[in-house]
């Protein structure tokens, strides 16, 4: 379910599944911890800073991939604290293969693992690549989140329309 209010939007996500923050994986010479957590899909957040230019590709693409997230792989959030409290996240998504400019699932996974480690408190803000501004409201401990809402911004930023030709053949249901 959603609530729009102007160009604001709250969404009802799905609460978290299979909650550990005590993950460690050996990765690009080195021991990474983070935390991983379903939110509909698996993520694996890394707390570890970064500069908003650098490249987080290719260690993004090694813990995708890693076998403690096998077989079906893992989206990888990193997240720093930012400016006035807000955390500053980016992220690696399977299927993508590559850095997209915001997640909605990885920012709830990076607040939950974020409230866990006590670096937040619902509600958490968070800056994606993209430069917009995320809420994630939840209720209860964050291991056990319920009632979690994303919320943002919400712009029309394309339209199309389809041809009779590309209608052809097709019967749309009453």
């Not at 293969?97 to 693992?113: D, I, K, M, Q, S």
């Not at 501004?133 to 994303?150: D, I, K, M, Y």
Request: hydrophobic share 40%; net charge neutral; with cysteine.
């Amino acid at each position: 379910r959603a609530e729009v209010k102007g160009s604001q939007v709250s969404f009802e996500m799905r609460d978290p599944q299979g909650f550990d923050d005590e993950v460690e994986v050996e990765a690009a010479g080195g021991r990474i911890r983070g935390a991983f957590v379903d939110t509909g899909v698996p993520h694996f957040v890394v707390f570890r800073p970064f500069a908003e230019s650098a490249p987080i590709d290719a260690l993004g693409r090694v813990l995708r991939s890693h076998p403690r997230f096998a077989p079906a792989g893992t989206n990888v959030n990193f997240v720093q604290p930012g400016v006035g409290g807000v955390l500053a996240i980016r992220t690696f998504e399977r299927g993508v293969e590559g850095e997209t400019l915001a997640c909605g699932t990885g920012c709830v996974a990076a607040a939950l693992a974020a409230a866990t480690s006590g670096l937040a408190a619902s509600p958490v803000a968070l800056r994606t690549r993209s430069g917009a501004t995320l809420w994630v409201r939840f209720e209860g401990p964050p291991r056990q989140a319920s009632g979690v809402r994303l919320e943002g911004e919400a712009r029309l930023v394309y339209v199309g329309q389809l041809t009779e030709e590309a209608l052809q053949g097709f019967t749309p249901r009453a």
